[in-house]
């Protein structure tokens, strides 16, 4: 079985400034792996995800993810957040076996302020 | 229009009730899921379908659920509703296309009370 950890529950910064929310997964086998971003009072939008290949994956909104397979890690970094990233982001996996479904972080919320 | 509906939007309801909550989806994918969100928990999976046959239990299956009439239909029913089932609800759909999994897409979500 697969699991997620986020690792800040709350992640406060001032606009301009970059950030990094942190995600940790646990799988015996091969993943697949995602970030999801929650706008206030909407349903959730791909942000990026981890197939293969690369592992700097780049996404909207200026997102960048890097999946480290040693450290089983998946973080998401943006180098100057504005006031607009503030959003609740949940990161996401699933095992690359048939008949599997994305297990969710218990997500991050990230205030950006002026 | 938006490719994955979720009817009722919001739904107030008392103990005891059933309850049922309907997804739609034009995208043509196989898969469906239902959530559901609480704060600082998270989605939790409650069920999922791979295709109109093969339905699944999730994380949180108990209390809940699910008949899938179609590939563009998958309902999600509490037969008898109870207060901590107070949430907001996600359906999802997926596919497999070319041997490679794509990304889940989500509905608008169904903001569910329960007095």
């Known amino acids: 079985a697969q699991s997620v950890t986020q690792l800040d529950s709350q992640v406060p910064v001032f606009e301009e400034a970059p950030v990094e929310l942190r995600c940790n997964y646990s799988s015996s086998v091969s993943v697949y792996l995602f970030w999801y971003v929650q706008y206030p009072n909407q349903g959730l939008q791909l942000l990026l995800k981890?197939?293969?290949?690369?592992?700097l994956v780049k996404g909207i909104n200026g997102f960048e993810a890097e999946f480290n397979k040693s450290q089983t890690s998946f973080h998401l970094r943006k180098p100057s957040v504005h006031i607009s990233d503030t959003a609740e982001y949940f990161c996401a996996v699933r095992s690359n076996q048939a008949g599997t479904a994305l297990i969710f972080g218990k997500g991050t919320t990230l205030s950006v302020s002026s | 229009d938006a490719d994955v509906t979720q009817t009722p939007r919001n739904r107030i309801t008392k103990t005891g009730k059933r309850i049922m909550l309907e997804c739609s989806q034009t995208k043509g994918h196989d898969r469906m899921y239902w959530y559901r969100q609480d704060p600082g928990l998270g989605l939790r999976l409650i069920y999922y379908?791979?295709?109109?046959?093969?339905?699944n239990k999730g994380e949180i299956s108990d209390g809940y659920s699910v008949s899938r009439q179609a590939q563009a239909k998958f309902s999600l029913s509490l037969e008898s509703a109870i207060p901590n089932q107070t949430a907001l609800y996600f359906c999802a759909t997926s596919d497999v296309r070319d041997g490679t999994y794509n990304e889940q897409f989500f509905g608008p979500g169904t903001r569910l009370t329960v007095l």
């Open positions: 981890y197939l293969s290949g690369s592992t």
């Open positions: 379908s791979f295709d109109v046959k093969d339905i």
